[in-house]
């Protein structure tokens, strides 16, 4: 589908000019994807199958006017371009009943085309699944295997184009005891292998024997903790909603806003940056504005960049570095630091490894404080050594003090995390990121 | 049966009945039976079809945003074969796409056998219809009026330079969704859904708070009428108010106090540490990688006390206006009222048919999918707490030292659904039965599993809101899911609340 998709794309782009009265422009943007989806529940498959699934975006420009349409395309011609001249006719009333946007943008540096492919070698369904079911039983296993193409293009009537394709697999599990205790893990990537697959399986029910031990009772209080990187990987996750984008900074609702502000400061190890050029997302936005290979977010503990949709330039007078509409950041990137994973729990001492955490919001967004839960492998260390699971706990604390004067350090090994999440198209965000060493973080229930 | 000749609700717009996107549902549904290919004799399969149109319109900072409009339209086919289930979804509803689809769908059934599966079933659908009851069209008034007063509303809400942002939008959706079976059935249901947002943003130097109209609560099936019934239009200048008085405000006090929480909180509450723990495939594990399990177990049905006496909570999807109302789930399954709770004992979960089997439990018409992209999960749809007799006055009378808090804003809990937390937008301390001054930040926390036994005094009917949200998620593959709840404004016992920093 995906040499498909590209091709059937700039053949409805190139006629798309025939659909235009007067001076009238347009811009589009194609969705594709074509995936395959097993859930699993207790090792066995629970719901299996595939979607293929084609979106066309339209902008059609007329002075200082313009609406924006989306259509469903078949790949097939003959149904789908007439499906396109309606939804140009409706757009072409839209934008006339419209006042005229002042923020209306779009890129006109024709020079910006470009293609990206990355080369990816998948599995068949088969040979995935076998990578499960074939070798000693996976036990109680949950979660979802999701694999296949990803293609975005861009097109305009000033004769820009862009293409960005990519296949990908994300396997996303977790691995329970009879007590109802977890481990999570996952193998994602562009080319896979069975035998890494099957490794990684191993591994996670190596992991879960430590969960065996007896489980020790909390009491809320302060604790010093070592959030792994998929944990702090949730955390970012939160602070990427509304946090790194201009217009939260200019309306004042970032979580970070204190540290725009100048008012606040992180630890000098923080350096956050959106890696895109190393990420999956591509190298465009949505209206033909190229991305630059990286935008530094936050260094040496003080906020750097703004993320700028090509909307929020023109509102605020600034440059757009092709940020989508959220300003969220695709790629997340936060530079290693010295502490040796390897022997985490001696320097830990005394405290908890916390593996995930889960369900994460703003408990005082000004202050940057966020709640959350800790879930999967959660263990309690002492002396150096895990001595057991903990049960799951909420913790409310301020991300000032937990990246700010109680960071103890970052891990020098990093882990490379591709977000699994597929709300209507699976996601091409990713990131990169070491473990942290925090002093008295604070659990609350 | 196509859509045209459905009678009830609001006049169809042209481009539903003439669109060249738009063969009738009947026909695509009837060309269907063709498409199985020699040898498929003993397979059960269903076809569900899934046309979305949307049209949003927003305003932020007295600006129009482009208008955007949006169809969809997919078909996902799935086949029961050699005792395992798989299903196939395309954007390509032609002979050749759907065949595709089908050969594709048997395929991972036979992965599904030869690996041990789940869920060997494929219910099938019954037949008939449903329609939105709508009293005034979406396209009866002219696009541009409704940008005006959007600008207008947006407006409202400015006029002082603390104001940092301001904004106000709808957002208005069409589901005609269909699905037939092997067996002969045919639901065709058509959902015209509504949802007003307004919000403003009040900042000083020190804070930033933010007041909105409701957050997206005010969803709701219905047309135009939808948004007079609610208020939106006026909601402007008491947001400004309010979102400036909580920037002078003091922290929501900290301790173990009376609660009284209005409708568009209670939503939530109920949502997160009842809806969700009742949902049948997260008890039968089938979310413990996302969503989460639940804390309830299939032992305590019938006998659980999952509240006070006070508590009744029903599965309803026949709430005129509420966002999940429907006739079939998308598994086509008829939908009746159901009573989850009764006295505060937990008597039912929430699960379609495939659940009900696999856990030998009863259940409700809840399998949903968030379009033709996704199967069928379990799911809330309207779920609703009863009234009680206590009018809003009363709810405070007794209560000498108390804080209300009305409008979620923030939400976590844990994958069991038993330890939360929740902030609101806008508090009010409660002191000798009256509310007293406005407190900023108010939040508290809990166990899901106690805090319902705290429910002292349950609002009467003049205190109950329709509401809703239109974004739960759940799933893997994620999914997107509309659900309603009517709730009236209640009062609990001793519960831990604080404020921001």
Redo the contacts between chains.
Sequence with gaps: MSTDSHDYFFSLAAAMPELLSGDEVFTCHLRAEDSSFVRFNRGRINQAGDVRQLQLDVDLIRGRRHAVGQVALSGDRSTDWPRLQELMGDLRQLAAASPEDPFLTYNTDVAASGEHRRACSLPSAGEALDSVHDGPSVGDLVGVYAAGGIQRGFASSLGQRNWHDSRSYNFDWSLFDERGRAVKASYAGFEWSSATMRERLAASMEDLRVLAQPARVLQPGKYRVFLAPAALHELLSLLSWGGFGLRGRMTRVSPLMRLHDGTAELATAVELTDEIAAGAAPRFEASGFPRPERVPLISAGHAASCLVSPRSALEYGVETNGAGDDEAPVAVDLAPGTLDADTIARELHRGLIVSNLWYLNFSDRVACRTTGMTRFATLWVEDGRVCGPVDPMRFDDSVYRVLGDRLVGLTRQREWIMDPSSYDWRSTRTARLPGALVDDFALTL | MSVDGIATGGKPSP?ICM???HESIDAAHRRFRDIPPTGSGSDSWTLRIVRQD?ETLAVRRD????????????A?V?VARGG???????????DD?LRG?YE??A???L??TR?????AELPQPRSGEYRSPIARAWVTQ???EK?DRL?SLSQSMGGDARI??RSASLWWTRVESSISGSAGGLVSQVFDYLVPMAAV?A?DEN??Q?RTFGGHAYARQGGLEVLDEVDFWSCGSRLREQALELLAAPNCPSGSLPLVLAPDQMILQIHESIGHPLELDRI???E???A??SFVTPDMFGSYRYGSAQLNITFDPTCDGELASYAYDDAGQAAEPVALIRDGVLLRPLGGAVSQRRAGLPGAATARA??W???P?DRMANLNLEPGNADFASLLAEVDDGVYMETNR???????RD?F?F?CEYGRRIRGGRLAEVVK?P?Y?G?SATFWRSLELVGSAATLQVLGTPFC?KG?????MRVGHAAPACRFRAVDVFG??
């Design positions: 481009s669109s060249p996107m949307d600006v129009a945003e482009p208008g955007r409009r949006a169809v969809d339209l997919g996902m799935t395992g289930v798989g299903y196939a979804a395309t954007s390509d509803m032609g796409g689809a594709r769908a395929q991972w059934a992965h599904a690996r041990g599966t789940e869920n002219p696009y541009a940008v600008i940092a942002d943003t900042s804070d930033t933010t039968l594990g089938d413990r990688n996302y989460g399990g968030s379009s992209n996704r199967p999960i923030s939400w976590s809990i844990d994958d069991s330890k937390q902030g930040n939040s926390r166990r998620g893997e593959p994620n999914q997107i921001g920093e």
